[in-house]
């Protein structure tokens, strides 16, 4: 299943350049909403490409799904087992339609052709995108080319998916469109990695990790790593705005009960005081 | 008046089966030194607005005033209108390309006419406005610096020319919040400066703290344009437009429906805290 268990990875991308990832730890049961957070630069993405061995392991320990990331004969099931949305939804796209874009990783995969029309239509419904096969993926919206790519990696059933800054490029509309999808993957049981540096994003995260130049900060709930404006500070983000206006009420002498997370929540502290 | 835009109006493939409208009879004008946000639902028109206020689109029907001149008018000097109105598009640094930043900086000056040490001055100074160790990057290649220095060192090359107008198409997509944070910083300063600013965004919440008005386009038309505050005010017409507002401005709508006195024009943090404090120390008393 959908596990993920890392011990000291370290990894440089050249001889002499100073690590991006210098001993990370990383934890994640099956069918965890993960959020991987930090700022550009922080090795964040680097951490996950190791995750379907896009990048070889150095140093350390990495076992994904049960597989071991070095074992170069699990290498294939080890890439469909772990799919891998990008940033930029404008270099996911290999065809000119979108059945057939979807269609283009199960055709790698030799998935018989009879079941192939099936399981694209199932994708792209996953995606709420029913019915898109014969359009153009350039003429779709940002969110919904995002919403294809991740169709196509969906078509492959992956137990684990890596959204990694998906959501980057895309408006608030298209943005809410992927988080939605992310969530709904969740609720049927597969693990789901989203990496961003919107604390927001990270608030509805079962766990979420902290990276710091190269290292992993913090690790634990939404509730105890985003309530803490130092250690966000130190990764260099900002607290969500209702962590950031209990601080500072705080402060100023007024003592919320409990930390609030969400706008809804800071209403509902603010309430009882008054 | 920086800009004046009268009945612009702005058809894609006209008189063919694929017409399509993109702007139509819109009418707006800016003053110097304003610093103005635009919003609008992806299709809405906003990038073709901005091209015909760059001149990079021929204005077919209406006017575009810059500086009270006709940008379209026959016989217009174009280069003044480029050295005047810097244009800074989405993801600026995938156009960086000389082989170091300095280099890059300066190529706007190129055909100038100003001296190489002139030249060199100016490049050390849009460098050094942007937040960049110009020592440091100068001889440095632009490709290996990270991602949001390397946006500042686009927006070098546009400052570089020192235009009097600056206009934005998204500027902080895509980067972290310390340098979402300096890049606001920084385009506040330059308006305090003099620099007149139009920024268009989704961004709300960096409108929200940057912006002092905001244009909303809706399917070719002006929809809305006033103080942000007041725009913002209005939820329910910005969720028809497809349109959020500042993370501020929604907590304050929020907490006003609890029954908590906070005004609803407040579109930024700054604003937010002092709200909230008066709210909670007037707690409903006379």
Known sequence: MGSIAGKQITFAYGYDDAPTLNGVDISVKPGQLVAILGRNGCGKSTLVRHFN??????????????????????????????????QNPDNQFVSSLVGEDVAFGLENYQVPRSEIPGKVSAALEMVGLAGFEERSPHLLSGGQKQRAALAGVLALEPEILVLDEATAMLD????????????????????????????????????????????????????????????LEQAGLAPPLPVRLYHDLRTAGIALEHCPLTAEALAEELCRLK | MSFEIKSLSY??????????????????????????????????????LLHLMAG????????????????????????????????????????????????????????????????????????????????????????GLSGGEKRRAAIAGVLAVQPRHLILDEPTVGLDPMGREALLELLVKL??????????????????????????????????????????ADMDAM????????????????????????????????????????????????
Not at chain 1, 54 to 82: F, K, M, P
Not at chain 2, 196 to 209: F, K, N, P, Q, R
Not at chain 2, 242 to 256: F, I, K
């Open chain 1, 172 to 231: 608030p509309v298209g943005r809410r469109e992927i988080l939605a999808a992310a969530m709904d993957l969740r609720m049927r049981g597969t693990t789901v990695i989203m990496i961003t540096h919107i604390v927001e994003e990270a608030i509805p995260a079962d766990l979420v990790f902290l990276m710091n130049e190269g290292k992993m900060i913090a690790a634990g709930t939404p509730e105890e790593v985003l309530t803490v404006p130092e250690l």
């Open chain 1, 53 to 86: 061995a896009l990048l070889a392991l150095q140093e350390g320990e990495l076992s994904v799904a049960g597989i071991d990331v070095r074992d170069e004969a699990e290498l294939w099931r080890l890439r469909r087992t772990v799919g891998m949305v990008f």
């Open chain 2, 191 to 232: 308006n305090r400066d003099g620099m007149t600013i139009l920024m268009v965004s989704h961004d709300a919440d960096s409108l929200g703290e940057a912006a002092r008005r905001l244009l909303v386009l809706h399917q070719g038309h002006l929809a809305a344009d006033g103080p942000i505050g007041q725009v913002f």
């Open chain 2, 56 to 143: 990079l689109l021929p204005a077919p029907a209406g006017t575009v005033l810059i500086d009270g001149e006709d940008i379209n008018r026959k016989g217009y000097d174009r280069s003044v209108l480029r050295r005047k109105l810097g244009v800074l598009f989405q993801f600026p640094e995938s156009q960086l390309f000389e082989s170091t930043v300095e280099k890059d900086v300066a190529f706007g000056l190129k055909h100038s006419g100003l001296s190489t040490k002139d030249i060199e001055q100016r490049v050390q100074w849009a460098i050094e406005t942007v937040g960049l160790d110009y020592s440091r990057v100068k001889g440095q290649s632009p490709l």
């Open chain 2, 11 to 48: 058809v894609y493939q006209r008189g063919t089966p694929l017409e399509t409208p993109a702007l139509e009879n819109v009418s707006f004008s800016i003053g110097d030194g304003e610093f103005v946000g635009i919003m609008g639902h992806t299709g809405c028109g906003k990038s073709t």
């Open chain 2, 239 to 286: 969720a028809d437009w497809g349109l959020g507002v500042s993370q501020s401005r929604e907590a304050a709508g929020l907490l006003a429906r609890k029954g908590l006195e906070v005004p609803q024009d407040i579109t930024s943090y700054r604003q937010l805290l002092p709200a909230v404090l008066t709210a909670l120390k007037g707690g409903g008393s006379p």
